[in-house]
């Protein structure tokens, strides 16, 4: 089994979320030992593709229009004089909840800090998709 995953891993092109969700499954079913889950789940991580991550086209279509809309509602208030330049509408939350990025420009990167599953997590690297349970080495758990 070590070696059907390594296989997929050094083929590359796969969905990390899905991999890791399979690696674990066979861990749980016994077919692999903890070192080798463990050595199995670093190295997808480490060979996997951040923007084979995004979502489709579809989806991200999706998100930038409702981006734009955002974007342009923030101008309307600001040529209304609603808002000040350079004062947020809302608070800035330090700790935002963690979301599957859209694009590259919504990627993650080193010094981003995220909530995923109610823990703070800070981001170590640049242009990250994955989530902390797919990729540890991208993230640092802050107490």
């Known amino acids: 089994m070590l070696e059907t995953f390594q296989t997929i891993i050094n083929a590359g092109g796969y969905d990390l979320a899905d991999l890791t969700q399979r690696i674990k499954t066979m861990y749980a079913m016994g077919e692999l030992t903890e070192d080798e889950m463990t050595q199995l789940l670093d190295s997808a991580a480490a060979n996997a593709n951040q923007d084979a991550m995004l979502p489709d086209v579809v989806e991200r279509v999706g998100a930038l229009e409702?981006?734009?809309?955002?974007?342009?509602?923030?101008?309307?208030?600001?040529?209304?004089?609603g808002v000040e330049p350079g004062e947020p509408e809302?608070?800035?939350?330090?700790?935002?909840?963690?979301v599957r990025p859209v694009s590259k420009d919504t990627q993650y990167h080193k010094g981003d800090q995220v909530t995923f599953n109610g823990r703070h997590y800070m981001c170590e690297k640049n242009n990250v998709s994955s989530n902390p349970d797919e990729d540890s080495k991208s993230w640092t758990l802050v107490e």
Request: charged letters at 40%; hydrophobic letters at 40%; a negative charge.
């Open 66 to 81: 409702t981006r734009i809309a955002a974007v342009e509602e923030r101008v309307g208030k600001l040529e209304a004089g």
């Open 90 to 98: 809302e608070p800035v939350d330090e700790w935002p909840e963690w």
